[in-house]
């Protein structure tokens, strides 16, 4: 036995979901990708990147949705791949025998996006008109009787390609807004025929749907499904959780063998999968929802389980069946291997950035702050599965112990090189270790900065801290190469900046300094956000924002933004904009604004403009600059910049 399998027994063992034996609880959640052709075909990328899903251990192992319709009115991201035809079965069991190859069972996953899809088209489709609240998705168009039945069809169609390709299960999806969910929710469906009205008349296509796919595939084929237990659109009419759990039983009736639970919509106006919510905070829909169903039915949850902690005691408690996965395992395929082996210190941690998220609505191949290998799993020079050590070691220097360096130093010290990694502070992580210190799950930094620490540790790499290096040192070091990733540090030129009432971000967060009972804070992009947020958790301060443009953050993801205007909102903070700073005074920050100047008072004023700190870099020729000491850009920047240098050493 194992040591995770001993630590986690439950996780590590067997189960079925119908008559289908699986060797663990984990299974890869799915998500798109984009790196698919945009005619449907499945594209080399995707096969590599699901073949390391499966090498990573996992018991079964999701495919991105497919979507069902030729029209593309189910095609909500551009890389998705499609099941639409027999032409696309070559394809999809290409992904399957990647996946079987790892023994692990494979899901082939069925979506309509419904009013978020037609990608390629000017119009998108539903049961109801019901205007769009996001504004990149196009108008839906009410379908027929007609259309509805073909609907139906289309994922029975489906199905039956999904057993044609060897898939061991299939998987339909009606959550987070796709055609599913438009059906069954009370905020999108407004037909008075059988497909709507009551929870059963919503759910009615649903369960068409589920009905038909089991009668297509027989009595032993496993069928999952995905729906929300909790819609989260309590604001704009949408279901009650009660109506939910309804929905739920009406699906296990229908033939569902497994219902996968998730909670909230696209649409949503609260958090759901982003670092403020706490990590296992969900699992209470999946007690309900395995309360309320039969010994043979099983739940799954994804959402905010990171670590294995949370799943395994919920499963011992019968409260939950499968631990599902997604982002996780995009930061980390081979995640439940190293739980398994007993290495949960070399996981790559999933910091819930949502940068995945956010490249996907951009129509962009997916990205992960954490893993730049991703989309590269076939790409030996990536270094997925490893990188081969150089013929000839060298010697080399890295100075700054922040995630870009530290990034730098692992991958390079893998490689078989000397390094050598210094810093002025006392501690590792450099602006991610400040930024941990914020509030709202900010914390979870710390995961990243201690994976790179020991990613360090175990390649020998070598630290030299409370050691601030001059430039003759660099001069005359006999380092071979010399890698600066000192970051950047807010700066002004203003008159006024070296004032005893002005002090820096950093020092604020790292709670090195205090500030007055009112702060004016100078800067436009997240860090000045993040400083704000800091300050109102603490409470007792009233703060001013001063910034260039309109609204501040431009640089901060769209999952976390609206949510932090909103908490700026609540914790009234004046927001100056448009704002060009003329001078720091004892008062204040005067400022020239489309009013006119103004004096933004302030007992305390907090400069937030970060700048690059990178004189080291002339010390000699080729020294090569990463991170934000070549431009203060966040953290998935210096994450990628340090790897690619580490690959480059």
């Known amino acids: 036995m194992k ?6 027994p439950h996780i590590f063992s067997p189960a079925k979901l119908g008559k289908m034996e699986v060797k663990n609880r984990i299974k890869y959640a799915s998500t798109e990708t984009n790196f698919n052709y945009g005619d ?13 899903q499966a090498r990573g251990g996992a018991g ?52 309509h996006c419904g009013r978020v899809g037609g990608i390629n088209l000017h119009y998108t489709v539903g049961p109801s008109q019901v205007k769009q609240r996001i504004p990149r998705f196009r108008e839906p168009v009410e379908m027929t009787r007609e259309q509805i039945e073909m609907g139906i ?26 055609l599913i969910s438009n059906f069954i929710s009370s905020y999108t469906n407004k037909r008075t025929d059988e497909y709507g009205g009551s929870v059963a008349g919503r759910a009615k296509f649903m369960t068409d ?17 995905r729906l929300c237990a909790d819609e989260l659109l309590h604001d704009r009419g949408g279901n009650k959780p009660e109506e939910s759990l309804e929905v739920i039983k009406l699906a296990e009736k229908a033939g569902a063998d497994c ?22 905070q969900w699992l209470y829909l999946a007690k309900r929802v395995r309360e309320a169903l039969g010994p043979t039915t099983t739940v799954s949850m994804a959402y905010r389980l990171f670590v294995p902690e949370l799943p395994e005691a919920a499963i011992a408690r019968k409260e939950l069946d499968f631990w599902e996965m997604c982002r996780p395992m995009i930061a980390d395929p081979l995640l439940p291997l190293k739980i398994m082996e007993g290495r949960q210190e070399d996981i790559i941690p999933c910091m819930a950035c949502n940068i995945c998220l956010a490249r996907l609505f951009r129509d962009a191949e997916l990205n992960c702050m954490v893993r730049p290998s991703l989309g590269h799993e076939s790409e030996p020079d990536f270094g997925f599965y490893g990188f081969p050590k150089v013929a000839h070691p060298k010697k080399i220097w890295v100075i700054g112990a922040g995630i870009a360096g530290m990034q730098a130093a692992a991958i390079a010290a893998e490689k078989g090189h000397k390094v050598t990694v210094f810093d002025k502070r006392d501690h590792v992580g450099g602006q991610a270790a400040t930024a941990s210190h914020g509030p709202y799950g900010d914390e979870e930094f710390m995961r990243l900065v201690n994976y790179l620490k020991t990613y360090c540790d175990k390649g020998g790499v070598k630290f030299e801290l409370k050691r601030t290096l001059t430039a003759e040192e660099i001069k005359k070091a006999d380092a071979d190469e010399v890698v600066v990733a000192t970051g950047a540090v807010p700066k002004s030129t203003l008159p006024g900046a070296d004032g005893k009432n002005v002090v820096s971000c950093l020092d604020v967060m790292d709670g090195k300094v205090k500030v007055g009972k009112s702060v004016a804070i100078l800067g436009s992009g997240g860090v000045a956000i993040a400083t704000a947020l800091f300050l109102l958790e603490k409470g007792g301060t009233q703060i001013a924002l001063v910034h260039k443009g309109k609204k501040p953050g431009s640089d901060v993801n769209p999952s976390y933004i609206w949510r932090y205007m909103s908490k ?9 904009g448009f704002a060009k700073p003329a001078e720091i005074t004892a008062k204040g920050i005067k400022v020239e604004t489309p009013d006119g100047e103004k004096l933004v008072e302030a007992e305390t004023v907090i400069l937030a403009d970060m700048q690059p700190v990178n004189d080291l870099a002339k010390a000699r020729k080729g020294v090569y600059v990463i991170g934000d000491a070549l431009i203060p ?17």
């Open 3 to 8: 040591p995770g399998e001993k630590k986690y």
């Open 40 to 52: 449907g075909f499945v594209a080399d990328k995707e096969v590599a990147y699901m073949e390391a």
């Open 60 to 111: 079964m192992v999701t495919t991105q949705g497919a979507y069902t319709d030729p029209r593309g009115e189910g095609q909500g991201y551009v890389g998705m791949m499609g099941i639409w035809d027999d032409k696309f079965i070559p394809g999809l069991r290409r992904i399957n025998d990647a996946i079987h190859k790892h023994g692990s069972k494979s899901v082939l996953q069925l979506m």
């Open 153 to 178: 069809q289309e994922h029975v169609n489906g199905a039956r390609r999904c057993v044609e390709a060897g898939y061991d299960a299939v998987e339909i999806s009606g959550i987070v807004g796709y």
């Open 209 to 225: 749907i589920v009905s038909r796919i089991r009668k297509e595939v027989g009595p032993d084929y496993p069928i999952i499904i």
């Open 259 to 280: 219902l996968s639970i998730t909670a909230g919509w696209q649409e949503s106006a609260v958090s759901v999968i982003s670092r403020d919510c706490k990590m296992g």
């Open 568 to 576: 700026l909102k609540e914790g009234k903070v004046a927001l100056v």
């Open 633 to 649: 850009r966040r953290g998935n920047s210096a994450v990628l910049d340090g790897y690619k240098m580490g690959m480059r050493l």
